[in-house]
């Protein structure tokens, strides 16, 4: 079992930085690999970006490329996305997810943390 828990939600004008933090619990949390997934009010979740367990691979949405960057501290058991540039488009519930292989696919999470908020203000 793994918890999780972010951090670091807020609101923010258009084209400023937040830096986002999930924080993971329970023994294994090392051995997942974790994604942020975003839910703008009245859409679908959306990948954003993903990790794999040891931070060797990362993967990217194309509307997060080159903005975004996701970063894992095993010894801290944290995942964290840098944030820059940030566009009101990317409002949002960010949520961390922990998965055995590195999805994509929202549905392939496991376990989900409660999310936090962000919101860029044009």
């Not at 292989?101 to 203000?121: H, I, L, M, N, R």
């Amino acid at each position: 079992q793994v918890q999780l828990e972010e951090s670091g939600g807020g609101s923010v004008a258009a084209g400023g930085s937040l830096r986002l933090s999930c924080a993971g619990s329970g023994r294994s949390f090392n051995t997942y690999a974790v994604g942020w997934i975003r839910q703008a009010p009245g859409k679908e979740r959306e990948f954003v970006a993903a990790i794999s367990y040891n931070g060797g691979t990362t993967y990217y949405a194309d509307s997060v490329k080159g903005r975004f960057t996701i970063s894992r501290d095993n010894a801290k058991s944290t995942v964290q996305l840098r944030m820059k540039n940030l566009k009101p488009e990317d409002t949002a519930v960010y949520f961390c997810a922990a998965a055995v292989v590195v999805p994509t696919a929202v549905e392939k999470y496991d376990f989900w943390g409660q999310g936090t908020q962000v919101t860029v203000s044009s």
